[in-house]
């Protein structure tokens, strides 16, 4: 196109000669700004391969036909920018897959304990008083066996000895993602309500607070945490998870909670 208009020729993209784009010089592109990016192949080649792409034959339609090649001619000047330019197609959506750490594993509605067929120990509840001031005080868990005869070292399962020494350990929690929590907060202008999410986690008289790290308005949430907490054994068991909802003003709420028997 040389017909002395250069705002046209700036818009053109096809054009006979190796080294031009819509008459600005391959060279210059990038020195003068003109926001066009130089195709990486001769462009001498790109109105032949243009042409082969649309179809030079005329469908005998007139205007119509003439409009439904120019429609065929753009389609395929698209697609030879996207491949010179190395554009993929989109992707389509696929339906969300379970993360690697979920294969082969289970959600369940309760506890574990509630799933087990057998336990690994029985529960026996230990109790202090008489009459209606009983109170629980803990429990044991355990086995039970009974020998006919005074048990020799051998025979016995482990040294009573331990549970007079109680052994430091320590327990880390790994805490993923929470998912469709409840929302505490109500929406506003039709929008759903949310929640502002933190863990809180006490074992004994270890307890962690994570009130500083809330989530803002959030119901499913990737907290990917590890908090570990000191433990002894024998000793106090029972690890509670809570899901609290940060407020500004007023009290905390519960969100939800969960019990881990150690």
Known sequence: DDDGDDD???????????????????????????????????LGNYKERLTEMAGAEDSGLGVFGALKHLEKERAAEDALLDEAFGVEEEEVDEPDKPPAYMID?????GTLEDELETTPFETFHLELGQGKGVRSVGCFKGLIRVF?????????????????????????????????LAAMDPGWGGRPGKSDPYLHVTLGKEKYNGRKEY??????????????????????????????DHDTFGSDDLIGRTVVDL
């Open 8 to 42: 046209d020729d700036e818009n053109d993209l096809l054009l006979e000669g190796d080294d031009m784009i819509g008459g600005i010089n391959e060279d210059d592109m990038l020195n003068k700004g003109a926001g066009v990016v130089a195709l990486p192949e001769p």
């Open 215 to 244: 989530v803002d308005d959030a119901t499913d949430v990737d907290f990917y945490k590890l908090i570990e907490l000191n433990a002894e054994l024998p000793g106090a068991g029972q690890m509670i998870i809570k899901v609290m």
């Open 148 to 180: 006919d005869h005074e048990p020799t070292k051998d025979e016995a399962p482990f040294d009573l000895s331990l549970l007079l020494k109680p052994q430091s350990y320590k327990v880390r929690l790994y805490v993923l993602r929470g998912m469709k």
């Open 105 to 109: 594993r289970q959600i369940l509605d």
